[in-house]
């Protein structure tokens, strides 16, 4: 830790570290960690009771198992920022639809 602080030039709250002269959250706010989610286009098969992905048939254990390293693909992060994890939660198949919520664990690169 730092005996001299530095100020957020947003907030101008007094921090250790601060990131293009702003503290890590305002920088958070201004560049969130997140560029983009590219859509996948999911199939739930009613009749084998698999999902199709990508020209591929999975059980849908095997895909839930397999989520976390396919939304590494899909998900874009800022610059300046590096993944830590992906969580898959409350993953569900209700009729012919697949729904799922993702979280994403990241830190800022060094």
């Given at each position: 830790?730092s005996?001299?602080?530095?100020?957020?030039?947003?907030?101008?709250?007094?921090?250790?570290?601060?990131?293009?002269?702003l503290?890590?959250?305002?920088?958070?706010?201004?560049?969130?960690?997140?560029?983009?989610?590219?859509?996948?286009?999911?199939?739930?098969?009613?009749?084998?009771g698999?999902?199709?992905?990508?020209?591929?048939?999975?059980?849908?254990?095997?895909?839930?198992?397999?989520?976390?390293?396919?939304?590494?693909?899909?998900?874009?992060?800022?610059?300046?920022?590096?993944?830590n994890?992906?969580?898959i939660e409350?993953?569900?198949?209700?009729?012919s639809?697949?729904g799922?919520?993702?979280?994403?664990?990241?830190?800022f690169a060094n």
């Amino acid at each position: 830790m730092s005996v001299f602080k530095k100020s957020c030039f947003e907030c101008g709250k007094k921090v250790d570290v601060v990131k293009e002269s702003l503290c890590l959250d305002c920088y958070k706010e201004q560049n969130p960690p997140i560029k983009e989610v590219k859509q996948m286009n999911l199939k739930y098969c009613n009749i084998c009771g698999r999902i199709h992905y990508n020209n591929y048939f999975y059980e849908v254990d095997e895909f839930e198992e397999h989520l976390p390293n396919l939304m590494k693909k899909r998900i874009e992060l800022s610059d300046g920022y590096k993944l830590n994890n992906i969580t898959i939660e409350d993953f569900e198949v209700r009729g012919s639809k697949i729904g799922f919520d993702v979280e994403v664990d990241c830190d800022f690169a060094n």
